[in-house]
């Protein structure tokens, strides 16, 4: 099974693959904006349990504690629990009039960083928490109404006032995070921190190994003959394990071709992989095909680990949302060419990821990685094209692309000189 253009080392250039992290279950199950604060509510309420029998087992008179008798028990706990139960609709309220002012004013697509916030997620988690607590240690207080002995767990009930005080704590922590996420460079530099980081796990060093092989092509050979794997559910790739899929195929004595790119949308039941195997083996049944689709993972949602475009694609919907004739506000677009320009400063200076991944002399998988070329048009195209008729954009894409080439590799700088002079013909005097 031979490429077009052969590997230099028999060892292959599984090295040269993407150092991306990927998408464990352990993620899965922490992503959804409500797993964490319903855990912090799960252990209240357990706690708000066990406690009081804790308190049965120590002294009457504990120092230090809560001295009142069970109506001040009561009416304590009760404060609290009205209280927190209000508080927490005011949050939730304050955070969904943050995501609409967030998805109007910039774009849709950064609510997923909105709700991944664990600012926003524990403040919602011990308000709740203290409400349930409360309410949960009230049922235990004894004494003073209906039968029985006298009971007032003190600990329990000064853990409640504990709890209230982490309230207060965390809403003015919730209240800075909020004023500080919605100004526009918090949001753009949020953003290029992760694109960065993705870009740099993504793109290989110009010396790694491999890495020059990235323009190959591969034709089938004479013999092999296609199996193709449909997708299962519609969405978008996002994760890739090429080392995976390598071995994969090493194991089946086959070529295994990803169709589509990551953040490229599959509808459901079409080509998503391709296998080749020689004419005369026998075809692959579904259980063996299974693994296949786990590796190559599709999600309703695109996500930062192995799609360093989507990082560039928010940004580049904030400038555009910002150079819209009902916006008009062309400053905003050069801060987030200013975070772009960072972004690609880093890419151009990265070899392009090897479309064909050889082991033992063997090419085992053909994929469709992102390319420097399409990182740098998706980030300069809609900015330029919809700021040519504003003073600053074109300046200031000019102005990136001069720098670029200074440390672009050889390679890369085609592409740059092409949107160089684009971008100074639209330069006014």
Same mark, same amino acid.
């Given at each position: 099974?031979?490429?077009?253009?052969?590997?230099?080392?028999?060892?292959?250039?599984?090295?040269?693959?993407?150092?991306?992290?990927?998408?464990?279950?352990?993620?899965?199950?922490?992503?959804?904006?409500?797993?964490?604060?319903?855990?912090?509510?799960?252990?209240?309420?357990?706690?708000?349990?066990?406690?009081?029998?804790?308190?049965?087992?120590?002294?009457?008179?504990?120092?230090?504690?809560?001295?009142?008798?069970?109506?001040?028990?009561?009416?304590?706990?009760?404060?609290?629990?009205?209280?927190?139960?209000?508080?927490?609709?005011?949050?939730?309220?304050?955070t969904m009039v943050v995501m609409q002012l967030a998805s109007s004013q910039?774009?849709?697509?950064?609510?997923?960083?909105?709700?991944?916030?664990?600012?926003?997620?524990?403040?919602?988690?011990?308000?709740?928490?203290?409400?349930?607590?409360?309410?949960?240690?009230?049922?235990?207080?004894?004494?003073?109404?209906?039968?029985?002995?006298?009971?007032?767990?003190?600990?329990?009930?000064?853990?409640?006032?504990?709890?209230?005080?982490?309230?207060?704590?965390?809403?003015?922590?919730?209240?800075?995070?909020?004023?500080?996420?919605?100004?526009?460079?918090?949001?753009v530099s949020h953003l290029g921190d992760d694109t960065v980081d993705v870009?740099?796990?993504?793109?290989?060093?110009?010396?790694?190994?491999?890495?020059?092989?990235?323009?190959?092509?591969?034709?089938?050979?004479?013999?092999?003959?296609?199996?193709?794997?449909?997708?299962?559910?519609?969405?978008?790739?996002?994760?890739?394990?090429?080392?995976?899929?390598?071995?994969?195929?090493?194991?089946?004595?086959?070529?295994?071709?990803?169709?589509?790119?990551?953040?490229?949308?599959?509808?459901?039941?079409?080509?998503?992989?391709?296998?080749?195997?020689?004419?005369?083996?026998?075809?692959?049944?579904?259980?063996?095909?299974?693994?296949?689709?786990?590796?190559?993972?599709?999600?309703?949602?695109?996500?930062?680990?192995?799609?360093?475009?989507?990082?560039?694609?928010?940004?580049?919907?904030?400038?555009?949302?910002?150079?819209?004739?009902?916006?008009?506000?062309?400053?905003?677009?050069?801060?987030?060419?200013?975070?772009?320009?960072?972004?690609?400063?880093?890419?151009?200076?990265?070899?392009?990821?090897?479309?064909?991944?050889?082991?033992?002399?063997?090419?085992?998988?053909?994929?469709? /990685?992102? #390319? $420097?070329?399409?990182? &740098?048009?998706?980030? !300069?195209?809609?900015? %330029?094209?919809?700021?040519?008729?504003? +003073? *600053?954009? /074109?300046? #200031? $894409?000019?102005?990136? &692309?001069?720098?670029? !080439?200074?440390?672009? %590799?050889?390679?890369?700088?085609?592409? +740059? *000189?092409?949107?160089?002079?684009?971008?100074?013909?639209?330069?006014?005097?």
């Amino acid at each position: 099974m031979s490429p077009t253009a052969q590997p230099d080392a028999d060892t292959g250039n599984v090295g040269a693959l993407p150092r991306t992290r990927s998408i464990s279950r352990w993620d899965r199950v922490w992503r959804p904006f409500w797993v964490l604060p319903m855990v912090i509510v799960v252990a209240a309420t357990v706690a708000g349990i066990f406690m009081p029998e804790l308190d049965r087992t120590l002294d009457d008179e504990l120092p230090f504690f809560f001295p009142g008798g069970p109506s001040g028990a009561r009416d304590m706990l009760g404060t609290i629990a009205g209280a927190m139960i209000s508080v927490t609709g005011l949050v939730f309220s304050i955070t969904m009039v943050v995501m609409q002012l967030a998805s109007s004013q910039y774009s849709p697509r950064v609510l997923g960083d909105f709700l991944s916030s664990r600012v926003t997620q524990v403040t919602l988690g011990i308000f709740a928490a203290s409400f349930t607590y409360a309410l949960t240690v009230l049922r235990s207080v004894e004494g003073e109404s209906g039968e029985g002995g006298m009971f007032v767990p003190q600990v329990s009930v000064t853990l409640g006032f504990v709890l209230v005080l982490a309230s207060v704590g965390m809403f003015l922590a919730f209240i800075h995070h909020i004023t500080d996420s919605i100004q526009v460079s918090s949001i753009v530099s949020h953003l290029g921190d992760d694109t960065v980081d993705v870009v740099d796990r993504y793109l290989p060093e110009p010396d790694a190994p491999g890495a020059r092989l990235g323009t190959d092509t591969w034709v089938p050979e004479e013999g092999l003959t296609p199996q193709t794997v449909p997708a299962q559910e519609h969405g978008a790739i996002v994760e890739v394990d090429h080392r995976e899929l390598v071995a994969w195929a090493a194991e089946h004595d086959a070529v295994v071709e990803v169709l589509l790119q990551v953040g490229a949308f599959v509808p459901q039941g079409a080509p998503a992989i391709r296998v080749w195997r020689a004419a005369g083996a026998p075809e692959l049944d579904a259980s063996e095909l299974e693994p296949l689709r786990r590796l190559v993972v599709v999600e309703k949602d695109r996500f930062f680990n192995q799609d360093p475009a989507f990082g560039v694609r928010k940004l580049v919907d904030i400038a555009e949302r910002a150079l819209s004739p009902g916006i008009n506000d062309p400053t905003t677009g050069v801060q987030v060419l200013d975070e772009l320009h960072r972004i690609l400063r880093l890419t151009v200076t990265r070899a392009e990821l090897p479309a064909l991944v050889t082991s033992e002399g063997e090419v085992r998988l053909v994929h469709l /990685p992102q #390319r $420097v070329e399409q990182l &740098v048009d998706l980030a !300069l195209a809609e900015p %330029l094209h919809y700021g040519k008729d504003t +003073l *600053q954009i /074109p300046r #200031r $894409v000019a102005a990136m &692309v001069e720098d670029l !080439l200074t440390v672009a %590799l050889p390679e890369h700088r085609t592409a +740059l *000189q092409s949107w160089l002079e684009e971008a100074q013909g639209l330069v006014t005097d």
